[in-house]
């Protein structure tokens, strides 16, 4: 009964987290059905079929969730929205968590809630099972920890963030971009005199343990994600003035929230319930400067905001509570937030209707505020919602094209795309057409083979058919009905026959790690 009691009687904090939390949780069962796969998912769930220690872009473990919630959950649309709606409503508990820590009360702790649903980049990744919908569940992890080893003290907590760091090293290679200002800010604070104790040295080695798997898979495959890295910052990337990183940043963690997010960055300079974190504000300020230089996408710095949100609430709480209006200023702050949060819903969220997509961007589009994070890539729908669109129908395409091959060309024909995204969309939707499975130059497809003798391929490309030279034969046999993202594009479909040389050699001339 005791036990029970615990349960039941749970403070008026922990009601609102928890009930948070649920409402996360199900805006994501909500929306899912909307739109269909996003491509970063089906490149996902292809690697799922792969599992392995590594990957040319990506560390081994959402692969691998991926392949347990096909196995528990099945392969729905439905189904693979679970993992991370249940993986954003954690990350939701862990910020307002933070916010306690800084010593919020249940006001604060809501505003932290409410607040993170507002923000489109985190709104947006939780509707999506990729990397970074584990990605900032996991840094979450690591940022609460670290709050708490800041506000303790205890080093013993260099054990459990060298245990989060690992697993995160094992999601995404987000968390070594953090470690520069990391050093930089425990050089600067009274925690370096713990370099002199074995713990933080224990901490880094329980890391090094948990990635000796990937970093093993690293140097038997020739190091592919460093060559992946380089080509990704030099040729992908845009390479963003000052001005239009910030709108990159503001666009992705909402404009409306703009004067929160500085009320947070400068409260987190000063103590919170006694205790100085700015080590946090430190790190932040270090790795954005870093990541502008090193031109990475903003994206990255979303989990560092995460602080400066909980930081922010306790902000208002506070401000509000000396004042003689304290109900009618809540109602509304929480009403200005509900706004964030209808602003920046509709665009990471397949929840408008998609004949009506088109005339609710143009009604907020804006030259002027507008992100480029990468090069040649123009989007009239906002990404996270374009890239859901019409997979299945470029399989149709193809597969209009494969039936119409004679028979005795059908039995040997292999299907050749040139971007991980579209070869992905034809291994999920391809068997329900009869299709043989994609090659791929592009990314960890090149691993996996030419798979074909390719003396008949069907090549889906959106340039020139730079595959051409390899054969005897080749003509343009169709064109795709939809307009996609670059570098997708509206491809045209081949068909080649009669290769001049083995296929392992096209194989060699097909890598594509960009």
């Known amino acids: 009964m005791r036990g029970q ?23 994501h069962l909500y929306s899912a059905p909307g739109y269909g796969f996003f491509g970063d998912e089906l490149y996902t769930i292809a690697m799922s079929r792969h599992l392995a220690f590594g990957y040319v872009d990506l560390p081994p473990l959402v692969p691998a969730l991926v392949a347990l919630s096909r196995a528990l959950l099945g392969d729905s649309l439905l189904a693979m929205k679970i993992f991370p709606a249940l993986a954003g409503s954690a990350t939701l508990i862990f910020i307002c968590l933070i916010a306690k820590e800084f010593g919020g009360k249940s006001f604060a702790v809501a505003l932290s809630a409410l607040w993170y649903l507002a923000v489109p980049i985190w709104l947006g990744v939780s509707s999506i099972f990729a990397y970074d919908s584990i990605d900032q569940l996991v840094l979450s992890a690591f940022l609460y920890a670290l709050v708490r080893f800041l506000r303790t003290s205890n080093r013993k907590t260099w054990i459990l963030l060298g245990l989060i760091a690992g697993i995160a090293c094992m999601t995404k290679m987000t968390i070594p971009f953090l470690g520069p200002g990391f050093l930089i800010a425990l050089l600067a604070s009274k925690y370096r005199r713990d370099l002199l104790t074995p713990w933080p040295w224990l901490g880094a080695l329980t890391c090094l343990i948990i990635i000796a798997p990937y970093l093993i898979w690293q140097y038997t495959n020739n190091w592919p994600t460093l060559e992946y890295w380089t080509a990704y910052g030099t040729a992908r990337v845009y390479q963003a003035s000052v001005r239009q990183y910030s709108i990159n940043i503001l666009m992705y963690m909402n404009p409306l929230l ?38 990475t996408s903003a994206r990255m710095l979303a989990a560092l905001f995460m602080p400066i949100l909980a930081a922010g609430s306790v902000s208002v709480e506070e401000l509000l509570g000396k004042t003689h209006w304290k109900k009618a200023l809540k109602a509304t702050t929480v009403a200005y937030l509900l706004v964030g ?14 004949h ?15 992100i480029k994070e990468f090069v040649g890539v123009t989007s009239y729908y906002p990404p996270l919602l374009s890239g859901r669109l019409h997979w299945e129908e470029l399989v149709q395409d193809v597969a209009g094209v494969y039936d119409e091959l004679p028979p005795k060309d059908r039995a040997v024909a292999g299907i050749y795309a040139d971007w991980y995204m579209s070869a992905a969309a034809i291994d999920q939707f391809g068997s329900e057409y009869g299709l043989p499975h994609a090659v791929s130059g592009s990314l960890t497809y090149y691993l996996w083979g030419p798979g074909y003798s390719w003396d008949v391929m069907l090549i889906v490309t959106d340039m020139t058919n730079e595959m051409d030279i390899f054969f005897e034969e080749c003509e343009l046999a169709a064109q795709t009905r939809y307009e996609y993202d670059r570098p997708v594009g509206q491809p045209n479909i081949y068909v080649c026959r009669r290769p001049r040389v083995s296929a392992d050699v096209i194989w060699g001339a097909a890598k594509a790690y960009r």
Do not use: Q
Not at 264 to 290: E, S
Not at 341 to 353: F, H, M, Q, R, T
Not at 356 to 370: G, K
């Open 356 to 370: 009506l997509l088109p005339a609710y961007v143009e009604m907020f589009s804006s030259s002027t505020f507008t």
């Open 341 to 354: 949060i209808a602003y920046a819903a509709p665009s990471v969220l397949p929840i408008v209707p998609m």
């Open 258 to 295: 703009l004067p929160l997010w500085l009320a947070g960055l400068y409260r987190i300079f000063r103590p919170l319930d006694g205790t100085n974190y700015f080590f946090l504000g430190l790190l932040f300020i270090v790795t954005l400067v870093l990541m502008f230089v090193l031109h």
């Open 5 to 27: 009691n615990r349960i039941v009687n749970l403070s008026p904090t922990n009601w609102v987290i928890l009930v948070a939390a649920l409402v996360k949780f199900l805006i």
